[in-house]
């Protein structure tokens, strides 16, 4: 396999995880009141990842975007196996 279609799967299954986790994290929940709390901060690991998939579209840049992709997407791998080994 050549390294576009790693570099595709990688961004495309990356990219699933990071935009799920990050909708999930940003909704609103559980609430006790009917005034719903939106935290749009846990989007910014999605945009995140976004720069670093547009960043592999120059080749110069492509290991610098590689790297801006995984860092979500290791934060919320982390996340859930602190979550669910703890």
Request: aromatic residues 16%.
């Amino acid at each position: 396999m050549s390294l576009t279609i790693i570099r595709y799967l990688l961004n495309t299954i990356t990219g699933t995880v990071v935009l799920f986790m990050s909708l999930w994290m940003s909704g609103p929940g559980i609430a006790e009141t009917d005034e719903p709390t939106y935290r749009l901060y846990f989007m910014l690991g999605f945009v995140l990842w976004a720069i670093g998939a547009f960043l592999q579209i120059k080749p110069s840049m492509r290991k610098v975007g590689v790297i801006l992709t995984l860092i979500p997407f290791l934060f919320w791998v982390v996340f859930m196996a602190m979550a669910v080994y703890s």
